[in-house]
């Protein structure tokens, strides 16, 4: 981490600025050797104008605003500089290349944030944060990253680490040092109540979790059914777009076509397949096969049925294939049906599909209260969690066999370890500080 890093900060394409960022023990004076203004006396967060020059020369490169960053209060905790330039891409190059020419080595990608990172300036489930912020497509994920950025993983997860290390102190406590008569010995009767808390609160946690993946990444959604049911229709008309060949021939979608629409928070990621029936088409065989594979993978399945004939054979096999799943049944073509049935009834053709808004609404209406709450939303954070549950219940049925205390230790040191590393930090150190701090020992 000795080296001086440089990027190019903003997306390579034309426009009003470009920012190329430079962190590191070096980054002032690099600049500095590049820039025909004093930096090296300037104050923390100041911007200064100025012209960027080829160093030993009176060249003129471009016309720049120079903001400066000294450590430790930067994002990534060392001096930085960030150079606003003119936004074309020729001359963002050339500036990043002088910079570099001065003693600057290509950042990797993720590395500023790896800095910040390491010094302590943000925590892993920070970082993630940032990127989530970068890719959020939506205000619901917006307002997630947001919460991830100012820390909210680490406010959610502090109460239970803290919980558990005391756990571990006392346990630790009552092995070495037997002698110490004033520290309370734990047993199972008052380790098992502590654990069955804690080991609630992270089941709280992870349902909301789900949540929060269902809000961040969206519902993969597919729409089955028979040929000629409306499907290809139903998917134009969601995506309010023609784009799906709509024919009164059966057996007109082969592949799957895929779009996505966001309704009140919640993305859906639509795929409409090929009609579902026997036939000895080689190639309608084959999108048949991905419209199983579509149903397999799918977290809701919308079964479209036509509302303007009686059930058949098919119908009824598509309905108990999907069975399992978490599907809404739609009868389409309403136009024509003559008897209304029990469900939601649409008519694709004339775009006439609110009555499925309003029950896919209200399916996943739920999910977003949780997105101004801190939650884990993504698998790295859910896979720890779990993991730590895993290790606690284990602990919990050991202690319950009978077993002392200091045997499950090991599993609730385990389980302290995971939910450290969702914040990128797991240090044995941490318990010792503990064990001192309150504990007042090896004096
Ligand atoms: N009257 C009426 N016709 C509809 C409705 N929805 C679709 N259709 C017609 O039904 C026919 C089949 O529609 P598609 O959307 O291609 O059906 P599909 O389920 O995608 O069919 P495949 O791709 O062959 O499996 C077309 O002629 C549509 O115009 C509706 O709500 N009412
Ligand atoms: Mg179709």
């Not at 190019?8 to 820039?35: C, H, K, N, Y």
């Not at 969206?218 to 499907?231: D, E, F, L, W």
Request: glycine content about 6%; aromatic content about 4%; charged content about 25%.
């Amino acid at each position: 981490m000795n080296d001086t890093i440089a990027a190019i900060a903003t997306p390579l394409a034309e426009g009003a600025i470009s920012i190329i960022r430079v962190s590191g023990e070096q980054a002032i004076s690099i600049v500095q050797s590049l820039f025909d203004h004093d930096l090296f006396h300037r104050d923390a967060n100041t911007i200064t104008y100025g012209f960027i020059k080829k160093p030993n020369t009176n060249t003129c490169v471009d016309e720049v605003l120079v903001s400066l960053f000294r450590m430790p209060h930067s994002f990534t905790g060392e001096d930085v500089i960030e150079i606003n330039c003119h936004g074309g891409v020729f001359i963002t190059r050339e500036i990043l290349k002088l910079v570099l020419s001065q003693g600057a080595r290509l950042a990797r990608p993720g590395e500023f944030s790896e800095r910040a990172f390491l010094h302590g300036r943000i925590d892993l489930a920070q970082a993630e944060a940032v990127m989530d912020m970068v890719k959020a497509s939506d205000s619901t994920n917006a307002q997630m990253a947001i919460q991830g950025i100012r820390g909210s993983v680490q406010k959610l997860l502090k109460p239970l680490i803290e919980e558990i290390l005391n756990i571990i102190a006392v346990i630790e406590v009552n092995i070495d040092y037997p002698e110490y008569d004033d520290v309370e010995i734990m047993t199972t009767e008052t380790l098992l109540p502590s654990i069955e808390a804690w080991l609630k609160n992270i089941a709280m946690i992870l349902d909301k979790a789900e949540s929060g993946r269902i809000l961040k990444e969206g519902i993969k959604t597919a729409i089955i059914g028979k040929p000629n049911v409306g499907k290809s229709s139903l998917l134009n008309a969601l995506l309010e777009e023609e784009k799906a060949i709509v024919t009164d021939i059966e057996g007109t979608t082969r592949d799957i076509v895929e779009g996505s629409i966001h309704l009140g928070g919640i993305t859906l990621h639509l795929i409409d397949t090929a009609g579902i029936r026997k036939t000895d088409d080689v190639i309608e065989q084959m999108g048949i096969e991905r419209s199983q594979k579509a149903i397999d993978e799918a977290q809701l399945i919308l079964l479209i049925i036509d509302a303007s004939k009686e059930m058949d054979e098919q119908d009824h096999i598509l309905f108990e294939n999907t069975k399992h799943k978490n599907r809404l049944i739609v009868y389409n073509k309403s136009d024509l049906a003559d008897t209304s049935r029990d469900g939601i009834s649409i008519c694709a053709a004339n775009n006439e599909i609110d009555e499925l808004l309003s029950a896919l609404q209200k399916l996943y209406e739920h999910h977003q209260n949780v997105a101004n709450a801190p939650i884990l939303n993504n698998d790295r954070q859910i896979g720890l969690m779990r993991s730590a549950q895993k290790h606690m219940e284990q602990a919990k049925m050991a202690l319950l066999a009978g077993m002392e205390p200091n045997i499950v230790e090991l599993d609730i040191q385990e389980a302290y370890k995971n939910l450290k590393e969702i914040l990128g930090e797991y240090h044995r150190d941490d318990l010792l500080d503990t064990l001192f701090a309150n504990f007042c020992l090896g004096k």
